[in-house]
Nanobody, 127 residues
Framework: QVQLVESGGGLVQAGGSLRLSCAAS????????MGWFRQAPGKEREFVAT????????NYADSVKGRFTISRDNAKNTVYLQMNSLQPEDTAVYFC????????????????????WGQGTQVTVSS
């Protein structure tokens, strides 16, 4: 089981930026695919972005493509989500997640593919 702790959320005006971080307490961090998901009030948790163990491949939801960037630093056991041009519809609790599931293609990974989750960090974008 991977322990994940998110940070970096907050309140920002529309058009602004935030950088989320997720620190993992596991010795084999570089063997995990990492992901960011979000959940708005009254809505289901949804996919935002994922990154392979090496950082060589990434995948994004259409709603954030071109605005958000996922990255990782395996030496620091940390994955990041840089969020630019934030909009009110980006308001949600953002969750970091980890998986070593290899039976599903990387671009098909979804909420159910991830077994380890952080507690979430609130992002609020005001108009």
């Amino acid at each position: 089981q991977v322990q994940l702790v998110e940070s970096g959320g907050g309140l920002v005006q529309a058009g602004g930026s935030l950088r989320l971080s997720c620190a993992a307490s596991v010795r084999t961090f570089s063997s995990y695919v990492m992901g960011w998901f979000r959940q708005a009030p009254g809505k289901e948790r949804e996919f935002v972005a994922t990154i392979t163990w090496s950082g060589g491949s990434t995948n994004y939801a259409d709603s954030v493509k071109g605005r958000f960037t996922i990255s990782r630093d395996n030496a620091k056991n940390t994955v990041y989500l840089q969020m630019n041009s934030l909009q009110p519809e980006d308001t949600a609790v953002y969750f970091c997640a980890a998986t070593r599931l290899s039976s599903i293609p990387f671009r098909a990974l979804n909420v159910g593919s991830f077994g380890s989750w952080g507690q979430g960090t609130q992002v609020t974008v005001s108009s």
